[in-house]
């Protein structure tokens, strides 16, 4: 179909064009962007924690009672939990993944470092690589005889006593690349905190930070051979023995020991959804916000379309009295339409860009990808020939006779 008549058409009504295109321009930028940030959060969403995620358990206790001695409380604790049926491994630690606790270490690898690398999260507790169910890419796990007890490693820091300190670690794949790109990690020493130097180990795949600041950060973790007594257990069971395992730990728990409180006791997927409750809550907006855009750029169509041909149908008699079929006014009100569609989500794409630039400044999210432009473009190419289908069909509707009405 030849476009000039409908282009000549559009500049006798300039403001109504202008408005649908500015429309669809402002959807365009706005979609495209908030489906990219909507992508951001799923993958977050979905980021890979390197442990038994459905197995897990956490049961956190604070003592009311006489202060005891928390060594022997939490051999004792361990004890009576190891001896529940279903119970594959248990471990005193100092924090989970995605639990949102905060401890955390300065790295350096040259002890002459005015800065650290980076910052890890250290875990603490022994037989933690066993109960988290982590993968090991190189070296081997931390063993009982590498482990030191926390105030032992305390006094001994004080006095300068380098038996008394843990030796070795075990660090993750992402760490390692990071403080030793395209080498071997094994056997390289790093120096924790106030420079406590350890020896790399072991190198494990994945293991996530209980707290997430910045997700290219988010894996830089590593085991530390210190026993804790914190009263936080991590128990790994099989999936449909949680619910009964949890219950049990609990009265096991109580019955050594009725003057403590239960902090925490909940399944490892637990701790997780409650991470992700902001980023699922901020995807169903963001999804909300696409959706309702979309209807409401659809609805601007529609009405347009039948304010045009409530305007043209004298026009549109005029062509069908001259043999225009009903073929030719609808394919006519569709390409109108498409060329609308165009100029509106050409210029969508340059505001797209626009107002990925200003979030890349202020917030520091990454490029927009080009991928999302084109697919954009044919969401909004599709919603317009839908949305303008119906009054174009009305448009073909109109009958001869109508040309020779006055209106």
């Known amino acids: 179909m030849d476009i000039l008549p409908i282009l000549s058409t559009l ?81 005193s630690v100092n924090q989970l993944p995605f639990a949102n606790s905060s401890n955390n270490s300065g790295i350096k690898i040259d002890r002459k470092q005015n800065k650290s690398s980076l910052n890890a999260t250290t875990y603490y507790g022994e037989n933690i690589a066993d109960t988290f169910g982590l993968q090991l890419v190189a070296g081997r796990f931390l063993k009982a005889d590498d482990y030191v007890d926390i105030d032992t490693a305390k006094k001994a820091f004080v006095a300068g006593d380098a038996k008394g300190l843990p030796k070795n670690t075990v660090i993750t794949l992402a760490m390692a690349e990071r403080l030793w790109p395209g080498q071997q990690a094994l056997g390289k020493q790093i120096y924790m905190g106030n420079d406590l130097p350890l020896t790399v180990v072991g190198v494990i795949k994945n293991l996530v930070r209980p707290s997430i600041w910045d997700d290219a950060t988010a894996q830089y ?148 990808p080009v991928m999302y432009l084109p697919l954009g473009a044919v969401v909004l190419w599709l919603i317009g020939q839908v949305a303008v289908l119906g009054p174009a069909m009305r448009a073909a509707a109109v009958p001869p006779v109508v040309a020779t009405r006055s209106v």
């Open 11 to 91: 500049r006798r009504h300039k403001i109504t064009a202008l408005l649908v295109i500015l429309e669809i321009a402002l959807t365009c930028a706005i979609v495209c962007n908030a489906v990219f940030l909507v992508s951001q959060r799923l993958e977050r969403i979905h980021m890979v924690s390197g442990v038994a995620e459905h197995e897990l358990l956490e049961v956190e206790l604070a003592n009311i009672g006489p202060k005891a001695d928390d060594s022997a409380r939490t051999a004792e604790d361990l004890a009576a939990l190891r001896q529940i049926p279903g119970v594959t491994s248990v471990a």
């Open 221 to 368: 973790s590593m085991l530390v051979p210190i026993q804790v007594s914190d009263g936080v257990y991590a128990i790994r069971t099989a999936p449909q023995e949680r619910d009964r395992v949890l219950k049990a730990a609990l009265e096991k728990l109580k019955q050594a020991n009725p003057h403590r409180v239960v902090l925490q006791k909940r399944t490892w997927d637990e701790i997780r959804e409650k991470f992700f409750q902001n980023d699922r809550a901020m995807t169903g907006l963001l999804v909300g916000v696409c959706v309702a855009l979309l209807v409401v750029t659809a609805l601007g169509i529609v009405g347009l379309g039948s304010f045009w041909v409530a305007q043209r149908r004298r026009q549109i008699g005029v062509r069908r009295a001259l043999g225009a079929t009903r073929g030719n006014i609808l394919h006519y009100f569709q390409t109108e339409n498409f060329l609308l569609a165009t100029i509106g989500i050409v210029l969508g794409m340059a505001l797209a860009y626009g107002v990925n630039l200003f979030l890349m400044v202020h917030y520091e999210l990454p490029r927009l």
